[in-house]
T-cell receptor, first 113, second 112 residues
């Protein structure tokens, strides 16, 4: 079963609005990562947050992590049409061999110009 | 910089055929992995490798074989293709396990 569950499954917004995606997971983790996938392409790493961090920023991206609730959120501010993509969270579970990443099912974000 | 290169980009097979999906990276990464992506299922790990000569199974290894004779290459072999293996296959690499992964653009495989 998937470690990460993402919510919502699909999100449609207007350019300039903020987009928030959530990820829940089940086990203890070393870190949590967010990836973007444009249609027909491979995944691209966006940001990594360690288990001892609560918030991290990168440009228009803001990621929070709540290990007590086993959840994370990705906020994209001032969205652009070019942000249209699928977004995935992935967890590096602690205690597993070789730090395998487990991916969620993704959120499809559509930003209308 | 090429990054992670996957070939072929598209392939159609008949049930029972075998084939090898190629993956090469030029970043000297030790950790490489293969995923399959199916609608509504996210990415599922097939096999992974932490270095040349070392491979292990992921979540869905049945019907697939891997080897890692060099740091650069990590081919995935379908032993006897089945329609259930119709999917998009992604290869990824990172400098070590648990770290951000670099993905290829995928191989879209259809099995009739």
């Amino acid at each position: 079963s998937q470690q990460g569950e993402e919510d919502p499954q699909a999100l449609s917004i207007q350019e300039g609005e903020n987009a928030t995606m959530n990820c829940s997971y089940k086990t203890s983790i070393n870190n949590l990562q967010w990836y973007r996938q444009n249609s027909g392409r491979g995944l691209v790493h966006l940001i990594l947050i360690r288990s001892n961090e609560r918030e991290k920023h990168s440009g228009r991206l803001r990621v929070t992590l709540d290990t007590s609730k086993k959840s994370s959120s990705l906020l994209i501010t001032a969205s652009r049409a070019a942000d249209t993509a699928s977004y995935f969270c992935a967890t590096d579970e602690s205690g597993t061999s070789y730090g395998k990443l487990t991916f969620g099912q993704g959120t499809i974000l559509t930003v209308h110009p | 910089n090429a990054g992670v290169t996957q070939t072929p980009k598209f392939q159609v097979l008949k049930t029972g055929q075998s084939m090898t999906l190629q993956c090469a990276q030029d970043m000297n990464h030790e950790y490489m992995s293969w995923y399959r992506q199916d609608p509504g299922m996210g990415l599922r790990l097939i096999h992974y490798s932490v270095g040349a000569g070392i491979t292990d199974q992921g979540e869905v290894p049945n019907g697939y074989n891997v080897s890692r004779s060099t740091t650069e290459d990590f081919p995935l072999r379908l032993l006897s293709a089945a329609p259930s293996q119709t999917s998009v296959y992604f290869c990824a690499s990172s400098y070590r396990e648990g770290r951000p992964q670099h993905f290829g653009d995928g191989t879209r495989l259809s099995i009739l």
